[in-house]
């Protein structure tokens, strides 16, 4: 779910979209040291984010959408997807991370996807998030800043 604020408080502008996906530290074979799946009862040593992060929920509405629940046993949790991926890198698990935060190791190989794009059941194990920026309608700030304004037509001319 995106964050609601106020239209008639605060403008809002589209930065663009991130992907937040499952991935996994590629064997020798190339292929992900673990799997995730609908399927089958084997337990997959999963990062996860703190309850309390945003990207927490966003996991929760993939995993909960699948017709059949992976069967998943967290064994590290934190707020910061850096640190999801440097244990990810060390072969501790499966982690949903933003795809921008992985290009350069998913290009090496030393991460790659956890699951198909669709499984046999239909279900796709990634979501597609609108990046955005906010601020307070500048009639309504109590003291406006010009750096920050300066920004914002910054990222409005784009």
Known sequence: QPLQLSP??????SLGAETLAPYAKGGADGQPL?????????????????SGAYMARLVDQILKSTPVLAHLDTVYETDMAEGLKAMALEGHGVAFLPSSSVKKELRSRRLVSAAPLHDDTGHAWEVTMEVRIYRERPELARHPKPGAQALWEFLRLG
């Open 34 to 50: 673990f799997r995730l799946s609908a399927a089958g009862n084997a337990r997959i040593p999963f990062l996860g984010y703190a």
């Open 8 to 13: 008639d408080r605060y403008e809002m502008l």
